[in-house]
């Protein structure tokens, strides 16, 4: 069977291309052949820069030199990406227009992981709904809306293009209420595709990665905002244990250096975490993987207050570990085997789910 995905593949972001390639390896051991989707929009060529910017930039050659230093920073970021994306299945671009026409390439269609179905980052974007397939083709798998609530405004236009999917898995239990709030219908809760390969999968990823000069045991701090109490919290830790601290952004942080936002590649990212003794982090893929190898760890309280910690609150809840809040550094030790038992048994549900629309 030939399966069409739709997710975030593109970005430049560690979260989205993992969860990707998670769900493309799972969806091959399950006998199916995977394939993500490209869409390029029909957009105009940027128009030139404002005479007034080009002035300014003349004007003051400090500012000129930041963003020509910038322009090299974003390449090399965009670069560990996409070298990523070598592992990947990725079809041609198509246009919307053309999108139709995959119907008769692919058996069925999965929209998912990630954020697919937040308006904030979508705007009102059809293709993360999946309305160039066929009805019958239409499914989810762990689709995230991101927040815990939609604005009133957007509830007939999220209800309509919701409604002809054959199946619906969301990743939160928030989006399970939105879901039923929406078509009264119970959508199937399934894990985040990253918790569908097993730690020992990962490592044999992380041991691909680049050597980084960085040893075994240090503290790994991954922000995708600037958070200051986690950044005091991994000074105490330094300062304590005498041991490194290796910080990676999600975007620029104006007191980090910029090495912090482009100096990483993704294999490299999994195997920090791999090796890290401690992770702190505001992110929600960081504190998955950081689970997913048994690693202490704390989230950031910011974050778990924000419309956007609902993700991380449920997966906290789902494992059972609702205590390790920064705030509440140092809590008790974990039980990790209740936490493997606990994801075990939603990790067989997120399989049997999935091997159901894709065999």
């Known amino acids: 069977m030939k399966v069409?995905?739709?997710?975030?593949?593109?970005?430049?972001?560690?979260?989205?291309?993992?969860?990707?390639y998670a769900l493309q390896e799972a969806v091959k051991e399950?006998?199916?052949?995977?394939?993500?989707?490209?869409?390029?929009?029909?957009?105009?060529?940027?128009?030139?820069?404002?005479?007034?910017?080009?002035?300014?930039l003349q004007k003051f050659p400090r500012l000129r030199e930041e963003r020509e230093k910038m322009k090299v920073q974003r390449g090399k970021r965009n670069a560990l990406f996409s070298d990523?994306?070598?592992?990947?299945?990725?079809?041609?671009?198509?246009?919307?227009?053309q999108l139709p026409q995959l119907n008769a390439v692919y058996d069925t269609f999965i929209t998912g992981s990630d954020q697919v179905w937040n308006y904030e980052i979508i705007g009102r974007n059809p293709f993360y709904f999946l309305d160039f397939a066929h009805r019958a083709k239409r499914f989810s798998y762990a689709a995230?809306?991101?927040?815990?609530?939609?604005?009133?405004?957007?509830?007939?236009?999220?209800?309509?293009?919701?409604l002809h999917f054959a199946q619906i898995s969301v990743r939160e239990a928030s989006g399970q209420?939105?879901?039923?709030?929406?078509?009264?219908?119970?959508?199937?809760?399934?894990?985040d595709p990253v918790f569908l390969l097993d730690a020992h999968n990962w490592k044999k990823l992380a041991l691909s990665a680049r050597a980084d000069g960085h040893g075994g045991g240090q503290l790994f701090l991954y922000l995708v905002d600037l958070d200051k109490r986690l950044?005091?919290?991994?000074?105490?830790?330094?300062?304590?244990?005498?041991?490194?601290?290796?910080?990676?952004?999600?975007s620029l942080q104006g007191p980090l250096p910029p090495e912090t936002w482009c100096g990483t590649g993704v294999a490299e990212f999994v195997a920090d975490i791999a090796q890290a003794s401690l992770v702190l982090t505001d992110s929600f893929h960081g504190l998955a993987l950081a689970i997913i190898?048994?690693?202490?760890?704390?989230?950031?309280?910011?974050?778990?207050?924000?419309?956007?910690?609902s993700r991380l609150a449920h997966l906290l809840a789902l494992t059972g570990l609702s205590a390790r809040r920064?705030?509440?550094?140092?809590?008790?030790?974990?039980?990790?085997?209740?936490?493997?038992?606990?994801?075990?048994?939603?990790?067989?549900?997120?399989?049997?789910?999935?091997?159901?629309?894709?065999?």
């Open 177 to 191: 209420k939105l879901v039923a709030q929406l078509l009264q219908r119970q959508a199937h809760l399934c894990l």
């Open 84 to 97: 990523f994306r070598q592992r990947l299945s990725i079809s041609p671009s198509y246009t919307a227009e």
């Open 144 to 162: 995230s809306f991101g927040l815990h609530e939609l604005p009133k405004q957007l509830h007939g236009w999220y209800a309509e293009h919701l």
């Open 293 to 309: 190898f048994g690693k202490d760890f704390y989230v950031s309280d910011r974050v778990l207050e924000s419309p956007r910690g």
């Open 30 to 56: 399950l006998g199916a052949t995977p394939s993500f989707i490209s869409c390029t929009p029909l957009a105009p060529a940027p128009p030139p820069e404002p005479p007034e910017l080009l002035a300014r």
């Open 231 to 250: 950044l005091r919290l991994a000074g105490t830790w330094a300062a304590q244990t005498h041991r490194e601290v290796k910080i990676v952004t999600a």
């Open 4 to 20: 069409g995905i739709v997710t975030f593949h593109e970005a430049a972001n560690y979260g989205a291309v993992l969860q990707a």
């Open 326 to 359: 920064a705030d509440n550094a140092p809590a008790p030790a974990i039980d990790w085997h209740d936490v493997h038992d606990r994801l075990a048994r939603q990790r067989q549900l997120s399989l049997q789910y999935l091997r159901d629309i894709v065999t």
